[in-house]
């Protein structure tokens, strides 16, 4: 099966106050990466902060991966980020300090992304 064509999209609204969220849903999109999908995670809410280096850190449960190390896996599988500008601008972040990947835009941009269709998941 040729799983380069179907693409994953991943809805985060999560950020660190739940950890262990942030953490299952950057395996599922780890996961879909590494398999060569085209992978897009849709960051709002809370979430956004994530894309701001030096946040994602820590481990969210015993056993759990680190979360830089799942964020750098996901990077350097070709993962990218889109992050809603609505939320940078209420949380007074600058895209322009984002980790490499991310990108603001909203839905938009995430139904342009997602063309023909993709797998998704939200958390």
Not at 17 to 36: K, M, Y
Request: net charge negative; proline share 4%; charged share 20%.
């Amino acid at each position: 099966m040729n799983h380069t064509m179907n693409k994953a999209a991943i809805s985060l609204t999560t950020g660190l106050e739940d950890a262990e969220r942030v953490t299952v849903a950057f395996l599922v999109a780890v996961g879909a990466a590494e398999s060569g999908r085209p992978t897009m995670m849709f960051l709002t809410k809370e979430a956004v902060r994530l894309v701001v280096p030096g946040v994602a850190v820590g481990t969210a449960c015993d056993g759990c991966p680190a979360l830089s190390e799942l964020m750098a896996r996901y990077e350097k599988a070709g993962g990218r980020y889109l992050v809603c500008p609505i939320c940078i601008q209420a949380k007074h972040l600058d895209p322009h300090t984002f980790v490499d990947g991310a990108d603001a835009g909203g839905t938009v941009q995430l139904w342009e992304w997602i063309g023909e269709g993709a797998t998704t998941f939200s958390y």
